[in-house]
Structures are given as C-alpha cells and as structure tokens.
C-alpha cells in the first residue's frame, strides 16, 4: 500500500491552520495580582490561554474577546473614575506607588491633579 502523501496546497492549508493555533507551552498557574478591566480588542486574538503562558509576572487577561499578556493590579476592584472638571479635595501630592503601599483593600489611584492617593476601589 502506498504512503500517503498531501499535495502542496493541501500541506500549505495545513500550515496555515497550525499557524493560527496559540502555543500551548506554559502551565495553567494562576500568577499574583489580578487582571485589571482591559478596553474590547476587536481583533479576538487569542495571545494566551493561561497565566502559564504569559512571560515574567504578566497575566492573561481578557480584552473584550480577546485574551493578552498584562501586567496586573495587585489588589482587586478598579480605580475610580475622577472628574478633572471637579476640584478635588484632600492633597495635590503623590501618596503611593503601588497598591501594596495602601491600607486593606485601598488602590493606588490617580486623585484628580495629577497625583496618586490611596482610595476605596469600585468592585
């Protein structure tokens, strides 16, 4: 019996398909921090399946239907919207860096001038 061979278009399809699969080389462990809410990418590309596959300390998120490699927040919730036509009160200077600088369940979060202060997430 003879061996089966694919014709060149056939080979070439087949190429393509295995192409647009993603890679399956990290495992599924869950990293540190938590996927902040990413803007819808339109293009549903599929960068990742799970954190294992994400270089570094990134995790993958999801991007409307999308899935990506990001850089996480360090504490859950999302930082509030802040109204630049609205004067902020408290201080015009910056009071942390990172989330992990903040009290409980406090974000890092822009405040208004510009600056960042510790401030209750929207969950």
């Known amino acids: 019996m003879p061996a089966c061979r694919l014709g060149p278009l056939a080979a070439l399809l087949l190429g393509l398909l295995l192409f647009d699969l993603p890679a399956v080389t990290g495992t599924g462990a869950e990293k540190k921090g938590v996927c902040p809410k990413l803007e819808a990418d339109s293009t549903c590309k599929k960068e990742c399946l799970s ?3 994400c270089a570094d300390n990134l995790k993958c998120c999801q991007a ?3 899935s990506v490699c990001h850089l996480p927040n360090e504490k859950q919730g999302s ?4 109204d630049s036509n609205f004067p902020q009160l408290g201080l015009c200077q910056d009071q942390c860096q990172v989330d992990s600088q903040c009290p409980d369940k ?3 979060c822009l405040n208004g ?3 960042v202060s510790c401030v209750t997430p929207h969950f």
Not at 79 to 82: D, G, I, R, S
């Open 51 to 53: 954190d294992g596959e």
């Open 106 to 108: 406090m974000k890092c």
């Open 79 to 82: 930082c509030p919207l802040v």
């Open 113 to 115: 001038c510009g600056k």
């Open 64 to 66: 409307g239907c999308s």
